[in-house]
């Protein structure tokens, strides 16, 4: 358990939270979620739930690390300070899957495609932002990939404003999230070695940040 960016980072995040439910409560923002097909309470709640399963991860495999980074440094990228966890294993590289990062939005947006039924839309959109959001990925040494914060959910609202705009919202919510893991950690996991990270967490360190600002983004700006 250890948290994706340093503390003043988690803060912000959570100011995010504050902002975005209290125009929740007073309906500001109210008709954009209930497009989502789920109450605002519920998105509040998951909201919250991938805030603090931000700090979990699943191992799923391990894979030889080559020139593993000291433990507890800042890393810095494109903005955002990351800390490099402690090692389970002095040679190798932990790959697991986030939380709060990747498990809840994977979850989420899959309720979003079978409950909306655009397929073929999700499919196009999600392609078009993995395509960007790769192009514009960073290997960071001792920590993961990672992302402009705010490319995957501004790239994912114009795409599917320009795509499906009455389903604009829910398919953004998809696009950004899925395009964000796509782009930045699953087509990357070929240079995992590379990094020397004891960690490296699909929807973790480096692109939580990305996940979790595109969940807000995509859906108050489509």
Known sequence: ????????????????????????????????????????????????????????????????????MQQDQIVTAFGIAHIVPHASYPHETVIAINVGGALIPALLSLYLVIEFGFYISALVATALVSFVVYQFSQLVPGVGIAVPTLLPG????????????????????????????????????GHIYKLGA?????????????????GIVAVLLA
């Open 154 to 189: 501004m790239f994912a609202a114009i795409v599917t404003y320009l795509l499906d705009r009455q389903r604009a919202p829910a398919l953004a919510y998809v696009a950004g999230t899925m395009g964000c893991l796509l782009g930045a950690d699953i087509f990357n996991l």
């Open 198 to 214: 004891p960690v490296a967490s699909i929807g973790g360190a480096g692109t939580f940040d990305g996940v979790f600002v595109s």
């Open 1 to 68: 358990m250890y948290p994706p960016v340093t503390s003043p980072f988690v803060a912000l995040m959570v100011l995010m939270l504050v902002v975005v439910f209290a125009l929740l409560e007073i309906g500001i923002i109210e008709t954009a979620y209930s497009k989502l097909g789920v109450s605002h309470r519920a998105i509040s709640v998951l909201l919250f739930a991938t805030l603090v399963g931000s700090y979990l991860n699943i191992p799923i495999a391990t894979v030889h690390a080559h020139n593993m």
